[in-house]
């Protein structure tokens, strides 16, 4: 088992490394897969590189660009936003939200954390200082700020007219998306320990889909922030804390009336839309974003395997075991392969019949940890350093 985001006792972060002995009192080794060797059945090719700031460093974060139309939007944890050209990475606009504290004196990082989104002209990031930003994305001017419940690290999710922001204490809150006011604020409940990192709601029919701290999906509807059912998907009971941790950070999928969502050390579950009942689960665990592609689901679990299984009822169809704790990013599907980045900096592409590789390429030295982005026919990659990366096949 490995953990890779910070666990919240209380008030008193945690940061857990490369084992659970401050729990288990024993040491739990995790070594990483050496790099596969790959015959490489094509070179995927870098278009444009652009820095972004900083970039996160050491801290765990969600920041990854978002697209609209010919513009990429990326952030720094500074406070950096930048609007770049999406054939060229040229820079269209670029805006500092750090705050300013006097002329002699440096700013005060924003703590931009949770990924960026765009719609309706705007560009929305939130911050670790519990601030959701809403800029123009024709010159990256603020439209709006407010201040939310807890700290925003998940992407913000625009929907009905409404900016849906999953804060770190455990609350879904829906602002307007005009003005920035808040319309409503759900309590999803959070235990005492818990992972660090929201799962981003996914809309449909009217009502936001969402996983909680505590194990459960939830159903909310997007008018009055009513909750319409609750499902448990995580039944944990290890003998520490941390193997009783399942949280639901993967953001919900919905397809064909089903919710399909995945919790660590819990279960990968397939909900019915309407009601939240359980059609079929399976022990598997994940603080990956899964994919829904027609009759398959992917999926990176908690020890970095990489698994195809049936949509009518889990059952593995492949697995891809060489990447072991290699910390790799949530999958992407472009250009037909599945697409998945690892902390040394490295994307690795797989054949999606097989689970085979077909393609590997180093990005960068600082690492790889939010999930690439396919925009305009490019596959976008945010490594750690702030580098911003456009490649095809």
């Known amino acids: 088992m490995q953990l890779r985001k910070t666990c919240f006792v209380g008030l008193i972060s945690l940061a857990l490394l490369s084992g659970c002995s401050w729990f288990s009192g024993e040491e739990d080794v995790v070594v990483m897969s050496p790099l596969p060797k790959v015959d490489n059945q094509f070179q995927p090719t870098e278009v444009w590189s652009k820095s972004v700031g900083n970039g996160t460093g050491e801290f765990y974060s969600n920041l990854h660009p978002a697209w609209q139309d010919n513009r990429v939007f990326a952030a720094d944890r500074h406070g950096t936003v930048k609007a770049l050209d999406i054939d060229t990475g040229k820079e269209i606009w670029s805006v500092d939200l750090s705050e300013k504290t006097g002329f002699l004196s440096s700013n005060l990082p924003a703590l931009l954390s949770g990924g960026l989104s765009v719609a309706d002209n705007r560009v929305y990031v939130g911050s ?224 999606t019949d097989d689970g085979r590789f077909v393609a590997q390429n180093k990005v960068d030295s600082s690492g790889l940890q939010s999930k690439p982005v396919v925009a305009g026919g490019k596959l976008l990659v945010q490594a750690n350093g702030g580098e911003v990366y456009a490649f095809t096949r």
């Open 128 to 351: 670790e200082k519990a601030v959701v930003y809403a800029l123009s994305a024709d010159d990256g001017t603020v439209a709006w700020q407010t201040k939310v419940a807890g700290e925003a690290v998940s992407t913000p999710v625009i929907s009905d007219g409404l900016v849906l922001i999953h804060t770190g204490n455990g609350m879904l809150q829906a602002l307007n998306q005009t003005d920035g006011s808040i319309k409503w604020t759900a309590n999803l409940d959070m235990p005492p320990l818990t992972l660090r990192g929201e799962s981003a709601p996914v809309t449909a029919f009217g009502a936001a889909i969402v996983g909680g701290d505590n194990g459960r999906v939830s159903a909310i509807m997007l008018a009055q922030g009513q909750m319409i059912w609750q499902q448990r998907i995580s039944q944990t009971t290890g003998a520490t804390e941390i193997a009783r941790l399942g949280d639901v950070n993967t953001s919900p999928v919905v397809a064909n009336n089903m919710v399909y969502a995945l919790a660590y050390n819990g279960n990968l579950a397939a909900l019915d839309l309407r009601s939240g009942q359980i059609a079929w689960k399976r022990e598997v665990g994940s603080v990956n974003d899964l994919i829904v592609d027609g009759n398959r689901i992917y999926v990176v679990d908690q020890d970095d395997r990489v698994l195809a299984l049936d949509i009518q009822g889990g059952v593995t169809l492949w697995t891809q075991s060489e990447l072991l704790h290699r910390n790799l990013t949530s999958p992407v599907l472009f250009d037909g392969y599945l697409v998945a980045g690892d902390s040394q900096g490295y994307l690795h592409w797989v054949n």
